[in-house]
């Protein structure tokens, strides 16, 4: 049943379009299904459809509250088969790729609910002046292949909301899902509310260099929002930039280690360690070092079973070759400079599929690559401290700023230590717990803006004063 589905559904992406490109699966390494390509001329025509489609979309807003909650109802009744294309283009375990489609209608739901804040203040001079919220106009949306439903919604729920219509590009690497969720918006909303294109990185700058959208919002590495930053600048258009990570744990010498390491191990592997905001460094002291590293291993060691190319893995391998590739020269590097694999290190390198074990890293130093840089794979350096001081400056030694966490019994020494890192999210005892209602993003090279909360729709808004005069 689960297979027919994606295959009619991959079947009808293949021959829909005139130009298209492979799709590879990455337990394989092998094609699977091809994906259209969206062309200079097409995606002209598509700008302005969304342009034209904004000028109705923007003007009743409880038309647009009921057709997001018709949208959430459609993605309720498709999950099986978006699941399904996410798990097959991604790699991941299906009850990982089953919480995409939940959260879409849940972010739907919770946005199509929330009121557009409208204020009113003192002009000063008797009267008052009515602070009004207006949508920017067409939004490209532009996401990476780690979450790419999920991400997608934090972006279309808030922007829809606000009455702006939205062209989505996921990653070349994961299509599908966002293509079918197109399909799906499609039965639902009026044409040119939301439109998915998909296509390579240069689809994505035709985008933001394109003049029709007022307002980009991308997810995804460093260097493509530095240079989304600089083409939106050029056209002044608005910007949301979700960027990557490189997590900082402290634990305090007053951990629990035996219950808190798996709680770090289980949020560090999750999706085989490719998300922004998860463990990347794990700082220990000193004197809890040994024991913390054994449990490590055993946590990573239980995970290990789990990495098979069956479908009823619960390990997924990396999502892309270029990924793949790029974890394992890190892990290379890294050990050619004298770091050990406490457990795990083995991959798929000589045979099918972009499979890498969990792996726990210790002699690592704060310098090697795999350490400082962001590697968004299944690789985690344990870190040892004498000085909690020590720690937090290690901590931020880094250009980038998206989340951290600090572990410890003592919650006001956890929180005073939380306030001195430099990361747009610290959790306490927890690490990559998301709410929809908790505005999310990241400082330094992490990010500009914010997503989810009351804040993620304002950025999908232009603020307008009025004047009133005292009658
Ligand atoms: P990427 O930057 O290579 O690509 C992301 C998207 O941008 C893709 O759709 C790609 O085609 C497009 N793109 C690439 N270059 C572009 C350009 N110059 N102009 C316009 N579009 C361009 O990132 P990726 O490898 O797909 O994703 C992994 C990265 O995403 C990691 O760095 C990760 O930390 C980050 N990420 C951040 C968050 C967050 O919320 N902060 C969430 C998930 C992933």
Known sequence: MRTVAIADIITRFATSAPKTYPV????????????PECGADQLDTIMAEANASFRKWSIDESVRRALMLEFAEAIDSARGELAALVAKETGKPLFLAETEPDSCAAWLRYYAGMDLPQTRVPDGQGSYVELLRKPLGVVAAITPWNFPLVLALWKIAPALRAGNTVVLKPSPFTPLSSLYLGEIANRVLPAGVLTVVSGGDELGQRMTTHPTPRKVSFTGSVVGGKSVAAAAGADLKRVTLELGGNDAVIVLDDADVPAIVPAIAAAAFLNSGQACALPKRVFVPRTLYAEALDAFVAAAQTMQKGMTPSEDRTFGPLSTRPQFDRVLNLLDDALAAGAVCATGGGSTRDSKGYFVEPTILTNATDELPIVAEEQFGPVLPILAYDHLDDAIQRANNTRYGLAASVWGKDLDQAVAVASQ????TVWINNHAAYAMNVPFGGVKWSG???????DGLLAYTDQQGIYVPQS
Do not use: K, M, S, Y
């Open 448 to 454: 500009i803006g914010l997503e989810n909360g009351v």
């Open 421 to 424: 890192l430099e990361a747009g």
């Open 24 to 35: 590879i699966d990455p337990v394989t390494g092998e094609e699977f299904a091809r994906a």
